[in-house]
């Protein structure tokens, strides 16, 4: 199996990226190899937006097997001529957002992609949410979307994504990403991001109040978290803060994922949430 492209009559060149797909494809070895590290003979593996196929060529070189999900019928014909003859590769047709992943079999264990810019953000939360059988998912992501996932509290970046990213797992950015490794380049740098799942600290049923708490926790960022309550709810969250060790001039910001699972807990123990 060929990294690049298999032999055949197709120009890769001749399928355009599409805007509306967020669609920047993959050129360089170097960082397709960076993007791909860790990833083992065991692993079945996650690729969304696989585009022409450069980055797939490396996961088939390393995986026991590869889901590609591609929304883009026009890139299907290079994808397929790209990956002949790989035996261990299923491309599902489909818009990721929406897609099943409980269908896939064997279920796969890890997610590397050079993710489609207009979808990273919400496909990458989602996932966590609802693929359990991902352990580590390693993608590519504009810089400023990186940043968001991974930012520490009391920082710019940090918000309810971050607070809902990290209760599911803990990220890191591994490598920088400069525009010219794209095909087109885009308008903004990009970034290798790391995700390992970790062990939750709430049960599956409590997730999504828990999820709506930091939603409106932070629907005035700027101002007293308690202020993103009704009145008539504020003293049982003004409470619950000062049981955590908070006050009740607290920012959202100032609480990290595990003081959010804490103050969760205290509503729930005060009948409030």
């Given at each position: 199996?060929?990294s690049?492209?298999?032999a055949?009559s197709?120009?890769?060149?001749?399928?355009?990226?599409?805007?509306r797909f967020?669609?920047?494809?993959?050129?360089?070895?170097?960082?397709?190899?960076?993007v791909a590290d860790?990833?083992?003979p065991?692993?079945?593996?996650?690729?969304v937006?696989p585009g022409?196929g450069f980055?797939?060529?490396?996961?088939?070189?390393r995986?026991?097997?590869?889901?590609?999900?591609?929304?883009d019928?026009d890139v299907?014909?290079?994808l397929?001529?790209?990956?002949a003859g790989?035996?261990?590769?299923d491309?599902?047709?489909?818009?990721?957002?929406?897609?099943?992943?409980a269908?896939?079999?064997?279920?796969p264990?890890?997610?590397v992609?050079?993710?489609?810019?207009?979808?990273?953000?919400?496909?990458?939360?989602?996932l966590l949410?609802?693929v359990?059988t991902?352990?580590?998912?390693?993608?590519?992501?504009?810089l400023?979307?990186a940043?968001?996932?991974?930012?520490?509290?009391?920082?710019?970046?940090?918000?309810?994504?971050a607070?809902?990213?990290?209760?599911?797992?803990a990220g890191?950015?591994?490598?920088?990403?400069?525009?010219t490794?794209?095909d087109?380049?885009p308008?903004v740098?990009s970034a290798?991001?790391e995700?390992s799942?970790?062990?939750?600290?709430?049960?599956?049923r409590?997730?999504?109040a828990?999820?709506?708490?930091?939603?409106r926790?932070?629907a005035?960022?700027?101002?007293?978290l308690l202020?993103?309550?009704p009145k008539?709810?504020?003293?049982?969250?003004?409470?619950?803060?000062?049981?955590?060790g908070?006050?009740e001039?607290?920012?959202?910001?100032?609480?990290s994922?595990?003081?959010?699972?804490?103050l969760?807990?205290?509503l729930?123990?005060g009948?409030?949430?």
């Amino acid at each position: 199996m060929r990294s690049d492209v298999a032999a055949g009559s197709r120009n890769p060149r001749e399928v355009r990226p599409k805007k509306r797909f967020g669609q920047h494809f993959l050129k360089d070895p170097n960082t397709a190899r960076i993007v791909a590290d860790g990833t083992s003979p065991d692993d079945v593996v996650l690729e969304v937006g696989p585009g022409r196929g450069f980055l797939t060529g490396f996961l088939l070189e390393r995986a026991r097997h590869v889901h590609a999900v591609e929304i883009d019928a026009d890139v299907l014909p290079y994808l397929k001529e790209a990956t002949a003859g790989a035996e261990n590769l299923d491309v599902h047709e489909a818009d990721a957002l929406l897609f099943d992943y409980a269908r896939l079999d064997p279920p796969p264990d890890r997610l590397v992609a050079n993710l489609p810019y207009n979808v990273a953000s919400p496909l990458v939360l989602r996932l966590l949410e609802e693929v359990p059988t991902l352990g580590t998912l390693r993608f590519m992501v504009q810089l400023e979307v990186a940043r968001r996932m991974t930012a520490k509290r009391r920082t710019k970046d940090y918000g309810a994504y971050a607070v809902l990213i990290q209760h599911h797992a803990a990220g890191r950015i591994v490598h920088r990403v400069p525009r010219t490794v794209f095909d087109p380049p885009p308008r903004v740098d990009s970034a290798v991001v790391e995700l390992s799942r970790r062990e939750p600290d709430l049960a599956p049923r409590s997730y999504p109040a828990f999820k709506q708490l930091v939603l409106r926790a932070f629907a005035t960022r700027r101002k007293r978290l308690l202020n993103g309550f009704p009145k008539e709810e504020r003293p049982a969250y003004r409470a619950a803060l000062g049981a955590v060790g908070f006050g009740e001039d607290t920012r959202a910001e100032e609480l990290s994922p595990e003081s959010f699972v804490a103050l969760f807990r205290a509503l729930e123990r005060g009948g409030a949430g």
